[in-house]
């Protein structure tokens, strides 16, 4: 059973397009993260959402948007795509103060 | 300002021979030193938590051990299925919610 998922694996599109992952966890956990890992790979955490409401929210350009309908889903939402944002995201979850759980990733390349 | 430096980046290992990769760590509120295993292209797997200086873990051919600068993950007669890029994370904030990741230490074992 997959505990963490997020679709699409890869995703290909054009600067200035608007494009969605979403996220996914079976684990019942209360909190889901979603981080992005760039071409050096190094992991930067960007936002967490507890019980659908978002309680960290790193430097990221507002073009980027989290959406949490249920504690089961963090979707992320990105407006208006730059080369830069071309990288690997990564969703995660984990319940109270447990280890964190990571999903297997999106390659998002911008073109 | 906060930071995790891994050393060295990269290691190649011969089938057998043990090792250790070191993690650095200049972070105010430490709450765990977590340690994961990342295969390409896949997302982070957990491997460990410490908590507190002094505290080691073990897994198979791994342990991990933290002193109050720094954290080493030994490697004991590695194969070549323990090759994958390594990532220690600094926990931070109210029950370490936000992880601080290092770049990684890619580890080959050569047969």
């Known amino acids: 059973d997959t505990a963490v998922s997020q679709t699409p694996k890869y995703l290909v599109t054009q600067m200035g397009n608007d494009k969605s992952i979403k996220c996914e966890q079976n684990?019942?956990?209360?909190?889901m993260y979603w981080y992005k890992q760039d071409s050096k790979k190094f992991l930067k955490i960007m936002f967490s959402?507890?019980?659908?409401?978002?309680?960290i929210n790193e430097t990221v350009p507002n073009r980027f948007s989290p959406k949490s309908p249920d504690k089961a889903h963090l979707n992320l939402h990105i407006n208006s795509l730059e080369l830069g944002d071309s990288a690997v995201y990564f969703c995660?979850?984990?319940?109270?103060?447990?280890?964190?759980?990571f999903g297997p990733g999106t390659r998002l390349t911008v073109l | 300002e906060d930071q995790v430096t891994q050393s060295p980046e990269a290691l190649r290992l011969q089938e057998g021979e043990s090792s250790s990769l070191n993690c650095s760590y200049t972070?105010?509120?430490?709450?765990?030193l977590f340690w994961y295993r990342q295969d390409p292209g896949k997302g982070p797997e957990f491997l460990f938590t410490?908590?507190?200086a002094g505290e080691e873990k073990e897994k198979e051919r791994l342990k991990a051990t933290l002193t109050k600068k720094e954290s080493f993950l030994h490697i004991t007669a590695p194969k070549p299925e323990d090759s994958a890029t390594y990532l220690c994370?600094?926990?931070?904030?109210?029950?370490?919610?936000?992880?601080?990741f290092g770049t990684g230490t890619r580890l080959t074992v050569i047969p």
């Open positions: 994370a600094a926990g931070r904030g109210t029950g370490a919610n936000n992880l601080f």
């Open positions: 972070v105010s509120g430490l709450r765990g």
């Open positions: 959402y507890n019980n659908k409401e978002l309680i």
């Open positions: 410490l908590y507190s």
């Open positions: 995660a979850s984990r319940m109270g103060a447990d280890t964190q759980y």
């Open positions: 684990l019942g956990h209360d909190t």
